[in-house]
């Protein structure tokens, strides 16, 4: 790998020596040009005793990026999915945030990640994502993704929506609902699953439709098939819902349609031996520990 790419948000204090653990495994174990986002930039220090190039959201390709870090947590691992698109650039998470169901790696085994790259000891785990697509969209089709989950949600705190859910033109249900959630296998860890929806493991080829605190007590989520078009079509008091794309989001209109399917491209997130999905859900969900002990 020549060129690793390196993105963070804002790295604390007590997390800088764990990036600079990571940059010196890299020089060691790789020897790479190595690339820091802009958002980087505050660390002076740093960069000047590397000599660390940068680079913006669209220009991992332009550098000929072979390998993105993402170091932080969930939230941070998603925002590089609109950087990536469709380019295969492949994933490692680094976890300096909290829960880490994608972000998986501890930064007690920076070490053991680096050398796994040097002897190409990982698996390349692909995560399908979903894609909304309505005419509000229309000009903006490059980021009309989610590696997570596609939401619609109310605006104000004190209206519920009706939704009026169809797959492939057939019409499911009408929910009244706070906002409806589809997820894919990757985002069934996310938002869906504190809303009661089912954990789905990743390659399963579904969505999840999960309802957001529904007026309907016997509304329950649902597991269909990721070869469909799910359209919704919801309106409220309020003049606008909220759409949102995992962490982005926008306004849209009463009654205004979205139609969500399964995207034609993946993300390439990269698997070290014995950090996979099973095991990291055993981990962070505590199963199997006796909380009586």
């Known amino acids: 790998m020549k060129n690793i790419a390196i993105y963070g948000k ?5 997390n800088l020596k764990f990036l600079e653990n990571l940059i010196d ?8 040009e ?14 000047n005793k590397l000599n660390i190039s940068f680079f913006g959201d669209q220009d991992l390709v332009k550098n000929k990026i072979d390998l ?7 939230g941070t691992l998603l925002d590089t999915v609109t950087m990536i698109k469709d380019s295969n650039i ?13 972000a998986n790696i501890t930064q007690e085994d920076i070490i053991l990640a680096v050398k796994a790259l040097k002897n190409k000891d990982y698996k390349l785990d692909q995560r399908s994502l979903v894609q909304v697509k309505n005419k509000s969209l229309i000009s903006n089709e490059s980021s009309n993704f989610a590696l997570n989950e596609i939401n619609i949600h109310k605006k104000s705190s004190s ?29 069934s860890t996310a938002y869906s699953l504190s809303c009661g929806g089912p954990i789905i493991t990743p390659g399963s080829n579904n969505f999840v439709i999960t309802p957001v605190s529904p007026h309907n007590l016997n509304l329950r989520p649902m597991v269909v098939g990721d070869n469909v ?8 008091r309020e003049s606008h819902f909220l759409l949102n794309m995992d962490s982005r989001s926008m306004s849209l209109k009463n ?24 095991k990291t859900i055993r981990n962070k969900l505590f199963w199997g520990k006796d909380s009586r002990n």
């Open 10 to 14: 804002s790295i604390s204090e007590n």
């Open 25 to 32: 495994a890299l020089n060691k174990e790789l020897s790479p």
């Open 34 to 47: 190595i690339f820091f986002h802009d958002s980087l930039k505050v660390y002076d220090s740093l960069v």
């Open 68 to 74: 993105l870090i993402s170091f932080g947590g969930d």
């Open 90 to 102: 492949p994933v490692l998470g680094i976890n300096a945030g909290r829960l880490g169901f994608l």
């Open 159 to 187: 209206s519920m929506l009706k939704i009026d859910a169809f797959l492939d033109n057939e019409f499911l249900n009408s929910y009244w609902a706070d906002g409806l959630i589809v997820s894919t296998p990757t985002g």
């Open 229 to 236: 078009v799910i359209r919704l079509r919801a309106e409220s």
């Open 255 to 278: 009654n205004e349609e979205i139609f969500i399917s399964k995207a034609d491209f993946s993300i390439k997130l990269i698997e070290l031996p014995d950090h996979n999905f099973l």
